[in-house]
């Protein structure tokens, strides 16, 4: 009996390094990781979001009304290392900030954003 090739691709593996500061960064176990980044390379084939990968997903959200500003304020809170991009590190934490953080890290990423003139722009 030969052996059988899967008609699926094995699932991309997240680098090491960063898989490890994305554990450290968050709560997230490195299996959670690595489930997210499956997911985030489905729907992001590129690897990244845009600004207009936010504002189409706050459309979708927000059927009547302009989302364009409150999807430049989430994009800009993702985006920490302001090279209009989202990657996969900043969109997990970032998720990781708007769910799952401690009260009191809710609020230090909060002033950071403030501090960073990203509020209210």
Not at 97 to 111: D, L, M, Q, V
Request: glycine residues 4%; hydrophobic residues 35%; proline residues 5%.
């Amino acid at each position: 009996m030969g052996q059988k090739k899967s008609r699926y691709s094995p699932a991309p593996t997240l680098d090491e390094v960063v898989l490890r500061r994305i554990t450290s960064a968050t709560s997230f176990l490195p299996d959670e990781i690595q489930y997210f980044y499956y997911d985030f390379l489905k729907y992001t084939p590129t690897g990244y979001l845009t600004l207009a990968d936010f504002e189409k997903f706050y459309q979708t959200l927000f059927h009547h009304g302009l989302p364009e500003n409150f999807a430049r304020y989430a994009f800009d809170a993702f985006d920490t290392n302001r090279d209009d991009i989202v990657d996969f590190e900043e969109f997990v934490k970032g998720l990781y900030y708007t769910t799952k953080a401690s009260p009191n890290e809710k609020i230090r990423w909060a002033f950071d954003l403030c501090d960073q003139g990203n509020f209210m722009k």
